[in-house]
């Protein structure tokens, strides 16, 4: 630290994001949540020297053109969206918008790493509602809390989903407060809020093109909302950085958003890959939470987390493993191609042989 940094940022924890080793050359990189696939060929196309020669030029404030692609494929209007630098964006300048001293922010004590860095960097208090024995939300600890709700649905890193039922009592409970569901995952079997879009004016739905469209490196996310909480969003993006999406992933954007048919290929393979990666482990004795995501959370009664991450690792296979007390017995898996499962299937075969209890 310099001596220079202000007081109030001295003691912030930040973010630690999963590894993103140099040379992935023969390494099974199952950590980040990825997806194994590349992004839609018509990504590829777009991405063409004549866009690339337009780099002199600032890209569009309002991302006209990945902001209709989605308002056709989501059926919402191009009001509703903002785009942001990966949804980790959007989720920055909600807390920024919608928290305060008298809305600190409230989630779970097992979800995404970053809500409790956002809430300390701009200075709240936030409340951790544990998640029940079971890993599960209870809807009805969310209840009249008046405070800034996030809710990531599916969960991370459990991979459980809630309810649509459970996510409408939320809001229903929480009518002059923001609710935001973080829906990274749901693409892969979680339902969504979107519908509820236009009967909840307190809802805010939070979503990425890193998992399930093949563009984490883009850095491409959106908040769906009504006109007057986008706009408040937009408040918060057009006094820190216009020009937050640049000129190549807007075009990425708008070609992934459009290739429907590319996109539910992928997420059917990775879904069918899960169950078959959790039918496997599941018959050498893994206890695996029902997932709906593109990664799964295992733990195996014979190997400690720690122990079958670094063994996985000594085998050239990356996944994580959290130290946090309540969750250290699991490994968090990502969902890869089929051939990159079947390694760590053998992989899981061969450690379990060396710690057998
Ligand atoms: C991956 C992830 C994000 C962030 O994704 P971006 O790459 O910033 O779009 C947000 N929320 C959850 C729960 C995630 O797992």
Same mark, same amino acid.
């Given at each position: 630290?310099?001596?220079?940094?202000?007081?109030?940022?001295?003691?912030?924890?930040?973010? @630690?994001?999963?590894? &993103?080793?140099?040379?992935?050359?023969?390494?099974?990189?199952?950590?980040?949540?990825?997806?194994?696939?590349?992004?839609?060929?018509?990504?590829?196309?777009?991405?063409?020297?004549?866009?690339?020669?337009?780099?002199?030029?600032?890209?569009?404030? *309002?991302?006209?053109?990945?902001?209709?692609?989605?308002?056709?494929?989501?059926?919402?209007?191009?009001?509703?969206?903002?785009?942001?630098?990966?949804?980790?964006? /959007?989720?920055?300048?909600? !807390?920024?918008? !919608? $928290?305060?001293?008298?809305? &600190?922010?409230? #989630?779970?004590? /097992?979800?995404?790493?970053?809500? %409790?860095? #956002?809430?300390?960097?701009?200075?709240?208090?936030?409340?951790?509602? %544990?998640?029940?024995?079971? #890993? @599960?939300? $209870?809807?009805? *600890?969310?209840?009249?809390?008046?405070?800034?709700? !996030?809710?990531?649905?599916?969960?991370?890193? @459990?991979?459980?989903?809630?309810?649509?039922?459970?996510?409408?009592?939320?809001?229903?409970?929480?009518? *002059?407060?923001?609710?935001?569901?973080?829906?990274?995952?749901?693409?892969?079997?979680?339902?969504?809020?979107? %519908?509820?879009?236009?009967?909840?004016?307190?809802?805010?739905? $939070?979503?990425?093109?890193?998992?399930?469209?093949?563009?984490?490196?883009?850095?491409?996310?959106?908040?769906?909302?009504?006109? &007057?909480?986008?706009?408040?969003?937009?408040?918060?993006? #057009?006094? !820190?950085?216009?020009?937050?999406?640049?000129?190549?992933?807007?075009?990425?954007?708008?070609?992934?958003?459009?290739?429907?048919?590319?996109?539910?290929?992928?997420?059917?393979?990775?879904?069918?890959?899960?169950?078959? @990666?959790?039918?496997?482990?599941?018959?050498?004795?893994?206890?695996?939470?029902?997932?709906?995501?593109?990664? /799964?959370?295992?733990?195996?009664?014979?190997?400690?987390?720690?122990?079958?991450?670094?063994?996985?690792?000594?085998?050239?296979?990356?996944?994580?493993?959290?130290?946090?007390?309540?969750?250290?017995?699991?490994?968090?898996?990502?969902?890869?191609?089929?051939? &990159?499962?079947?390694?760590?299937?053998?992989?899981?075969?061969?450690?379990?042989?060396?710690?057998?209890?």
């Amino acid at each position: 630290m310099s001596r220079f940094l202000s007081a109030r940022y001295s003691d912030i924890e930040p973010y @630690t994001p999963g590894e &993103q080793p140099k040379s992935t050359a023969q390494l099974i990189k199952l950590n980040t949540n990825e997806s194994p696939f590349p992004p839609s060929p018509n990504v590829i196309k777009a991405l063409n020297e004549s866009e690339i020669s337009k780099l002199n030029l600032y890209s569009d404030p *309002d991302t006209k053109d990945v902001v209709d692609a989605l308002s056709k494929t989501l059926g919402v209007s191009p009001s509703q969206i903002m785009m942001g630098n990966g949804s980790d964006e /959007i989720l920055a300048f909600t !807390f920024q918008a !919608f $928290c305060d001293r008298e809305h &600190q922010p409230c #989630f779970a004590d /097992i979800t995404y790493g970053f809500y %409790p860095v #956002f809430a300390s960097i701009f200075g709240l208090q936030p409340e951790i509602i %544990p998640l029940r024995e079971d #890993f @599960t939300i $209870c809807a009805e *600890d969310y209840f009249n809390k008046n405070k800034t709700i !996030f809710i990531a649905n599916p969960n991370a890193p @459990t991979g459980l989903s809630l309810s649509l039922s459970d996510i409408k009592n939320i809001l229903q409970h929480n009518k *002059d407060n923001i609710v935001l569901i973080d829906e990274a995952y749901v693409d892969f079997g979680g339902e969504t809020a979107l %519908p509820l879009i236009n009967k909840y004016d307190n809802l805010i739905v $939070c979503r990425t093109f890193s998992k399930s469209r093949n563009l984490a490196g883009a850095r491409l996310g959106f908040a769906v909302s009504n006109e &007057q909480v986008i706009n408040d969003l937009c408040k918060m993006k #057009f006094s !820190f950085n216009p020009y937050n999406i640049n000129r190549l992933s807007i075009i990425a954007g708008r070609e992934a958003a459009l290739d429907t048919e590319y996109f539910n290929f992928c997420v059917e393979k990775i879904i069918k890959a899960r169950e078959k @990666t959790v039918s496997e482990l599941k018959k050498r004795g893994f206890f695996i939470l029902d997932s709906k995501t593109n990664f /799964i959370f295992a733990r195996h009664p014979d190997i400690s987390g720690e122990n079958f991450y670094n063994a996985l690792r000594e085998k050239n296979i990356l996944v994580r493993h959290f130290g946090n007390e309540r969750i250290k017995d699991f490994v968090r898996i990502t969902i890869g191609s089929d051939e &990159q499962m079947d390694k760590l299937i053998i992989a899981a075969d061969e450690i379990l042989k060396e710690n057998k209890k």
